[in-house]
């Protein structure tokens, strides 16, 4: 089982960038797909992006496509999600994920990831 510890998080104006971190233990990173989601109060756990796990391929949820970016270094165990343009619907948890398979084909949904971080809050204020 991979450990993941998201970090990066914090407190940001509207129009604001930050890039998250995503710190993996053990040796199956390079072979495993890597997604990020994020959960705000009161609301279930959302997609936001994943990548393949050579990270040529990557996919985002329609209301980051164009602001987010998605990115990983095999060669160092770590994953990135690059956000700009925040705006205050960005406020949430986010959390770094990986599935047990190399490819992001069909759903992916939280039960479609076996590992999970701790997540990492970040807050865009107005």
């Known amino acids: 089982q991979v450990q993941l510890v998201e970090s990066g998080g914090g407190l940001v104006q509207t129009g604001g960038s930050l890039r998250l971190s995503c710190a993996a233990s053990g040796s199956s990173f390079s072979n495993n797909a890597l997604g990020w989601f994020r959960q705000a109060p009161g609301k279930e756990r959302q997609f936001v992006a994943a990548?393949?796990?050579?990270?040529?391929?990557?996919t985002y949820s329609d209301a980051v496509h164009g602001r987010f970016t998605i990115s990983r270094d095999n060669a160092k165990n770590m994953g990135y999600l690059q956000m700009t343009s925040l705006n205050p619907e960005d406020t949430a948890v986010y959390y770094c994920?990986?599935?047990?398979?190399?490819?992001?084909?069909?759903?992916?949904?939280?039960?479609?990831?076996?590992?999970w971080g701790q997540g990492t809050q970040v807050t865009v204020s107005s």
């Open positions: 990548a393949t796990s050579s990270g040529s391929v990557t």
């Open positions: 994920a990986m599935r047990r398979v190399p490819d992001i084909n069909g759903s992916l949904g939280p039960t479609k990831f076996a590992s």
